[in-house]
């Protein structure tokens, strides 16, 4: 069975920067599209960014363009999102999900396997 595992979260202020990672086992990643979601307190889970199989193609909402950066290193089955100039609407539990599919999907529903979250608080 698919396991992700989350981390680098933590408190950072505004206009600072974190990096999370994903960490992946029990599949065969480079099969795997992959994708960071967030969701705030009280809202619904939102796509941030995802990425293809080998990595040649990204994609993220409007809202973080700019900002943050997503990443993958199939040797270490890892996906990175690296995110700057963070704002304080940036604070939500972010979440790696994977898809066995060569497009990236954007939606919910379309991941097949979903991390645990990782908290990201941004102080103002």
């Known amino acids: 069975q698919a396991h992700l595992v989350e981390s680098g979260g933590g408190l950072v202020q505004t206009g600072g920067s974190l990096r999370l990672s994903c960490g992946a086992s029990?599949?065969?990643?480079?099969?795997?599209?992959m994708g960071w979601f967030r969701q705030a307190a009280g809202k619904e889970r939102e796509f941030v960014a995802g990425i293809s199989r080998t990595g040649g193609n990204t994609y993220d909402t409007d809202s973080v363009k700019g900002r943050f950066t997503i990443s993958r290193d199939n040797a270490k089955s890892t996906v990175y999102l690296q995110m700057n100039s963070l704002k304080p609407e940036d604070t939500a539990v972010y979440y790696c999900?994977?898809?066995?599919?060569?497009?990236?999907?954007?939606?919910?529903?379309?991941?097949?396997?979903w991390g645990q979250g990782t908290q990201v608080t941004v102080s103002s």
């Open positions: 029990g599949l065969t990643f480079s099969w795997y599209a």
């Open positions: 999900a994977a898809r066995a599919t060569k497009v990236v999907p954007t939606k919910r529903e379309e991941y097949d396997f």
